[in-house]
């Protein structure tokens, strides 16, 4: 079945920088374009960047751009966002999500804080 698993969450201070990972497997992930998004208790899940098949062609949200890429490596079925300059508002959960198939990881923390 479809698996999506996120990793590289932590602790990190103002103007840090952090690499996620997302793991797929049970699915052509070559061929699916891939996303990120994140999520702070009490408020609704936000789209954070996204990727087609290929990585040809990527897009980030307003509030991240500039800050954030997203990236792919197709040989080992894994998608990135490598995240820099972060600020306290980053703060959240960030999934990986497969729109194709709608799936999602279980998500990891991302804290910035000094």
């Known amino acids: 079945q479809v698996q999506l698993v996120e990793s590289g969450g932590g602790l990190v201070q103002p103007g840090g920088s952090l690499r996620l990972s997302c793991a797929a497997s049970?699915?052509?992930?070559?061929?699916?374009?891939m996303n990120w998004y994140r999520q702070v208790p009490g408020k609704q899940r936000e789209f954070v960047a996204a990727?087609?098949?290929?990585?040809?062609?990527?897009v980030a949200a307003d509030p991240v751009k500039g800050r954030f890429t997203i990236s792919r490596d197709n040989a080992k079925n894994t998608v990135y966002l490598q995240m820099n300059n972060l600020k306290p508002e980053d703060t959240a959960v960030y999934y990986c999500?497969?729109?194709?198939?709608?799936?999602w990881g279980q998500g990891t923390q991302v804290n910035v804080s000094s």
């Open positions: 999500n497969a729109p194709r198939f709608n799936a």
């Open positions: 049970g699915f052509t992930f070559s061929t699916s374009a």
């Open positions: 990727i087609t098949s290929v990585g040809g062609d990527s």
